[in-house]
């Protein structure tokens, strides 16, 4: 199991064959669990190269942790199965639920934020680490609503999972960022309340300004107030591995690489500074 460092970016299929031919100067890389779990075919060819010759994050978008439901069985089955095979530094998934009745909205819907919740979050976090044998990562997620009869905030709720839990964080900036726009509130706030020492993960990735409504879509460049939101965070967190996400419009290889090696700066920064 190689450990990430440094800033890694998302492997997506838009640029598989460059990462085969040219084999980028890029410390890790980190894959959609669900896009790999099924086996065969080739995904799975292209990951069994990558795997050899970079440190691999696995990052899930399906556990629906914050379900009423139990953690779907089968679905874990195939993590793990997956997870052995690749040995990834770090398995992660988000803080959020996706699945009611048995079907999956394919949505990171948010999750209220009570002491029920947090319980309810944190069965099915330790039954999937049960399994996996393992502490994997929770990320926080991007909402546009806020629910009624909410008992604690956004930050609180997250450290309050991740405690009871026993888990590790991935922090998504960028969702830190469209959060506080969206619902008013001081980012600095939510990263200056969050456990340090959980903090283990962190990613980037840009947002689409509509100016009354900030929507985390993974389609755009990062920009600048979430560059410096990050800053802040290495400042407090110290230079956790970080990953530069697009998902949508996806640009050529060399725009994300330029993203990383600006990340890998920033870090580098903090260190030479300490």
């Keep these: 199991m190689d450990q ?3 800033c ?3 492997l997506r299929r838009e640029h598989f064959q460059h990462v085969l031919d040219a084999k980028p100067q890029v410390p890790w890389f980190e894959v959609i669990s669900e896009n790999f779990m099924t086996g065969g075919g080739r995904p799975q060819k292209v990951l069994e190269s990558v795997r050899r010759d970079y440190a691999v994050a696995l990052h899930g978008v399906s556990l629906s942790l914050g379900s009423a439901e139990p953690v779907d069985e089968t679905h874990l089955r195939l993590l793990k ?4 095979w690749v040995e990834p530094s770090i398995v992660s998934d988000h803080l959020c639920w996706t699945r009611y009745g048995g079907h999956n909205s394919h949505d990171l819907l948010p ?3 009570t002491a029920e919740a947090v319980e309810n979050a944190a069965t099915n976090i330790a039954r999937v680490q049960e399994v996996l044998r393992r502490r994997i990562l929770i990320e926080n997620v991007s909402s546009y609503v806020r629910l009624r009869d909410q008992e ?3 930050w609180e709720f997250l450290a309050a999972v991740a405690e009871k839990a026993d888990c590790h964080i991935l ?3 960028n969702n830190v960022y469209v959060n506080a726009r969206n619902h008013g509130f001081d980012p600095r706030r939510f990263l200056n309340a969050l456990p340090a020492d959980r903090i283990r993960q962190m990613h980037l990735a840009g947002h689409e ?3 009354h409504v900030v929507v985390d879509t993974h389609d755009q460049a990062i920009c600048e107030p979430v560059w410096a939101l990050y800053q802040e965070a290495l400042a407090l967190f110290g230079p956790v591995p970080t990953l530069i996400e697009r998902d949508v419009n996806v640009p050529e290889f060399l ?3 330029q993203e990383a090696t600006r990340a890998q700066r920033l870090m580098g920064n903090l260190k030479a500074a300490a």
């Design 171 to 173: 922090l998504d900036v």
């Design 209 to 211: 300004d509509n100016g």
């Design 4 to 6: 990430v460092t440094g």
């Design 81 to 84: 199965s997956l997870a052995d």
């Design 111 to 113: 999750l209220p934020h």
């Design 255 to 257: 725009a994300l690489h």
């Design 8 to 10: 890694g970016i998302g």
């Design 152 to 154: 604690m905030e956004e």
